[in-house]
Nanobody, 122 residues
Framework: QVQLVESGGGLVQTGGSLRLSCAAS????????IGWFRQAPGKEREFVAV????????YYADSVKGQFTISRDNAKNTVYLQMNSLKPEDTAVYYC???????????????WGQGTQVTVSS
């Protein structure tokens, strides 16, 4: 079993940056691919990015490609989402989730964190 806790959200101005962290418990963390998702008010949850167990493979939604970077440090049981050039439309609750096996589909995730709020002011 894997437990996930997000942190690093907050209020930032347009053009600013934030780095989200997803800290995991469980000795099998390195076996899981980790994805980031977000859900804006009144909208469905959407896939943002995913990284495989080693960090050697990543995949991004078109909406954040070139703007966000996902990385992981298995020694620290942590996955990061570096978000640059933030825009008001990036405002959402951001969630990390874990799944076995790397896939670009935003499905098949077994474990979810509680989310962290990111608000970008104009």
């Amino acid at each position: 079993q894997v437990q996930l806790v997000e942190s690093g959200g907050g209020l930032v101005q347009t053009g600013g940056s934030l780095r989200l962290s997803c800290a995991a418990s469980g000795r099998t963390f390195s076996m899981y691919a980790i994805g980031w998702f977000r859900q804006a008010p009144g909208k469905e949850r959407e896939f943002v990015a995913v990284i495989n167990w080693s960090g050697g493979s990543t995949y991004y939604a078109d909406s954040v490609k070139g703007q966000f970077t996902i990385s992981r440090d298995n020694a620290k049981n942590t996955v990061y989402l570096q978000m640059n050039s933030l825009k008001p439309e990036d405002t959402a609750v951001y969630y990390c989730a874990a799944r076995k096996g790397f896939a670009i589909a935003g499905t098949g995730y077994e474990y979810w964190g509680q989310g962290t709020q990111v608000t970008v002011s104009s």
